[in-house]
């Protein structure tokens, strides 16, 4: 079976829509193909701001959201970045192998550092990128799910692994960006041509998957959408109602051109509704599994764990081969 390997960061109380049909969904389809590797990066979540124990109760919060969505601890392994200490690891070692220009042009980090500048910035933030490549390449990872936003990194990654095995010979899997463009891209439901995200969209414009009925349908109904009423998908002239067909039309598994038809003549109105219907559908079942498994932390801890061994004896592997071949002594 070929290899999956994604991450996501536990920094907020609850994903988002955006983070659930770009990344989540694909996760739980490909555990039946694919030998599934997934991690809650709270290493990454360090790079910005944060306080401690905020950081301990988003970590549980965002695996039991996992676990939720359908992740099942029997066939995928799913654990927490930092308790496999190997990442920390390989990621110091591919840092030495990064050119400082290379990293100097991702484009997350230009945004992110920009918004808080340069004295506020974490070197952590600038390798950030390494640690991530760091995550997939342990894991020898075929494929990789995520968002449009995460493909500068894994071209990052990908350059990398060859890098290195051009260097000391054949050590990683080269991986694949793994990402469907029908939900790529997400975007913020306020602001259309934006993506939906965490650290920059308004509470109005992101749907959490743990928010409560009330607060979904009205955000859904509140969604900016553009002038005229038909509905139709035209990114450029109607990112509203682009952005609105396109998650219903994944929530729904129906293809945009029959939602067109179907709405032909009806207004947004119509349309927000139905979406709005489909988003609790989709989202109440996942809140209320959430909420049960968090009821049993030591449960949750234990899962936690097992996922932890099994990353453990893969990441192992390959940070023995690794240290053998950029020249550590190994110890007697
Ligand atoms: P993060 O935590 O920001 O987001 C998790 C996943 O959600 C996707 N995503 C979106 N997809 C579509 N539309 C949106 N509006 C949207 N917002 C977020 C992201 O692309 C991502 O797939 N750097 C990664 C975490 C990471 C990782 C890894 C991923 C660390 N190590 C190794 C893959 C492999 C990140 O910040 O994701």
Not at 54 to 75: K, M, N, S, W
Not at 120 to 141: E, H, K
């Amino acid at each position: 079976r070929p290899r999956v390997l994604s991450g996501i960061q536990p920094t907020a109380d609850s994903f988002h829509l955006g983070n659930y049909l770009g990344a989540l969904r694909q996760w739980v389809a490909l555990q039946d193909t694919h030998d599934a590797f997934y991690c809650v990066v709270d290493l990454h979540a360090i790079t910005v701001p944060y306080d401690p124990e905020v950081l301990r109760r988003r970590t549980r919060v965002a695996a039991a959201q996992l676990f939720a969505i359908g992740i099942d601890p029997e066939r995928s392994t799913l654990f927490v970045q930092s308790h496999v200490r190997e990442h920390a690891e390989l990621a110091w070692v591919l840092g030495c192998l990064t050119g400082f220009g290379e990293a100097s042009r991702m484009t997350q980090f230009k945004d992110k550092s920009a918004k808080q500048g340069t004295s506020a910035t974490s070197v952590g933030l600038f390798t950030y990128p390494v640690l991530q490549a760091a995550d997939i390449l342990l894991y020898q990872a075929d494929q990789v799910p995520v968002g449009e936003d995460q493909r500068q990194h894994l071209e990052l990654t990908r350059t990398l692994a060859q890098r290195f095995n051009h260097r000391f010979g054949e050590t990683f899997v080269t991986p694949e960006a793994y990402i469907p463009e029908a939900t790529a891209k997400i975007t913020d439901l306020q602001e259309p041509t934006a993506k939906m995200s965490k650290s920059s969209s308004s509470p109005q414009g992101i749907l959490d998957l743990l928010d409560d009925p009330g607060p979904l349908r009205k955000k859904v109904m509140r969604a900016v959408t553009d002038t005229g009423t038909e509905i139709v998908a035209d990114e450029e002239n109607k990112p509203g109602v682009t952005n609105l067909l396109r998650i219903y039309s994944a929530l729904s598994e129906t293809p945009i051109p029959d939602l067109e038809s179907r709405y032909a003549g009806q207004g947004y109105g119509a349309l927000k509704k139905d979406l709005a219907q489909a988003v609790l559908d989709t989202f109440t079942p996942i809140r209320e599994r959430t909420e049960k498994l968090l009821a049993d932390e030591e449960q949750l801890d234990r899962l936690l764990a097992r996922g932890a061994d099994r990353a453990s004896a893969v990441a192992r592997q390959t940070m023995d081969a690794v240290r053998d071949r950029v020249g550590f002594l190994g110890r007697a």
